[in-house]
């Protein structure tokens, strides 16, 4: 082999290995893997949030920006509370938009994606055309990289959402919204259909010091 060769084939090894280092891994797209990649905080938090959640249900985006992002902000940040979101779709267009927000969960989006479906629910809701909306707040890379997630792993997207709605039918979940607050080795249930920030506050600093 000449020297030439060799320095072309090195070079290509080199850029191979470059690009590989650069691209973001892929979360696997188990139902356990996507649990983690739809979470908030530490796992270790003394508070954990559990919330089964409909991107299509009118209740879920007022509690998702009035209660739940500031929790996140202040106590989610601070390493008070654990938050896990889990899909539990009751509307036409929602398991769709569940694919859509677990695909881009194992592309390392969901929070952007997760507040895009909320925030433009009435776009989208009406009709079932989710791919302009989440295209609007992602890359064209990003965008790519989602589409081939949603196209090829429908089938473990799926299985994920399914997770999901078993976990909350053995809480008897049956609305959205549906909150579950555990600490201290208990699990409480709060009121259907989410709960104010004042209130969620009030519990949670309760909880952090008793």
């Known amino acids: 082999m000449n020297r030439a060769l060799i320095y072309l084939l090195a070079a290509l090894l080199a850029a191979t290995a470059l690009c590989a280092a650069a691209t973001p891994q892929q979360t696997r797209l188990t139902p356990a893997a996507l649990t983690v990649a739809k979470s908030f905080g530490s796992a270790s938090a003394p508070i954990r949030i559990d919330e089964f959640s409909d991107y299509q249900c009118p209740s879920c985006p007022a509690f998702y920006q009035n209660t739940l992002c ?4 202040n106590y989610v940040s601070t390493g008070k509370v654990f938050v896990v979101h889990h899909d539990f779709p009751l509307h036409p267009h929602s398991r769709d938009a569940a694919r859509w927000a677990n695909a881009a969960a194992a592309a390392g989006h969901f929070e952007t994606i997760e507040q895009q479906l ?26 790519k990289k989602i589409q081939a997630i949603y196209q ?6 799926d299985a994920a959402i399914d997770h999901d709605v078993s976990l909350g039918q053995q809480e008897a979940v049956n609305a959205t919204p549906s909150i579950f ?6 699990t409480q249930a709060l009121p259907p259909g989410g709960t ?15």
């Open 181 to 186: 607050v555990t600490a201290h080795g208990s």
């Open 118 to 143: 909320f925030s433009k629910q009435d776009d989208w809701g009406a009709t079932g055309k989710i791919e302009p909306v989440i295209a609007a707040v992602l890359s064209p890379a990003e965008l």
């Open 152 to 157: 090829q792993d429908a089938t473990q997207l």
């Open 70 to 73: 500031l929790v996140i902000d």
């Open 196 to 210: 104010s920030y004042t209130l969620m506050k009030q519990y949670l600093d309760y909880l952090l010091i008793h």
